[in-house]
């Protein structure tokens, strides 16, 4: 079943398109709060489309995407009642409530790991929101975790060149999938450890 090939092909068209660094904000602030398709698949070939620009690309990315964390921390303050029913019957439940372990635990540097790995952000800024965790502290977290991961994505891409983007497109399902068997074995283990 391919399901990140698709994504990945729409995602490449607008990474091409005249507007891209519109779309390159849009889908980071999205993918914080509620979109499924990570940014580095936008990133990626725009950084290679203009490679002089791949700083810029980055910043763009870093602070829509902290902004976007923003507001899912707002939706998870002020709107997890009316979402915790959509999210309970989700495939992000447990995510969710792994969040919110490591949260007790670890507090806000929860929040960066979450920003630099492929760990789904978005659940983390949800479940900050709900944790009431210091806002300028998460703020500062998404801040470093965002633009490691954007910066060094981007960086990589420049140096990398078309090589990386043939290999990006030829492995996108396998990738998609290894990722998300991954991120539920680490869930998964940690319940159990929890």
Known sequence: ??????VYER??????????????AAMSFAESSFFPVPVDVMLAPMCLAARENWLRYATIATLFSVLGG?????IGYGL????????RESHYWSAYQ????????YGVWI????????IPYKVFTIAAGVAV???PAFILASFIGRAARFFLVAGLVKLAGQAFEDTLSRYVERIGWVTVLVVGVVIAWLMLRG
């Open 11 to 24: 995602v490449l068209q607008w990474s091409r398109h005249r507007h891209a660094e519109r779309y390159l």
């Open 1 to 6: 079943m391919k399901i990140f090939a698709p």
């Open 70 to 74: 923003i507001a899912g921390y707002g």
């Open 133 to 135: 965790l210091n806002l």
């Open 98 to 105: 792994v969040s919110r372990n490591w949260f007790d635990e």
């Open 111 to 118: 929040v960066f790991v979450a920003g630099f790995s492929p």
């Open 80 to 87: 997890f009642d009316a979402i915790e029913p959509w999210l």
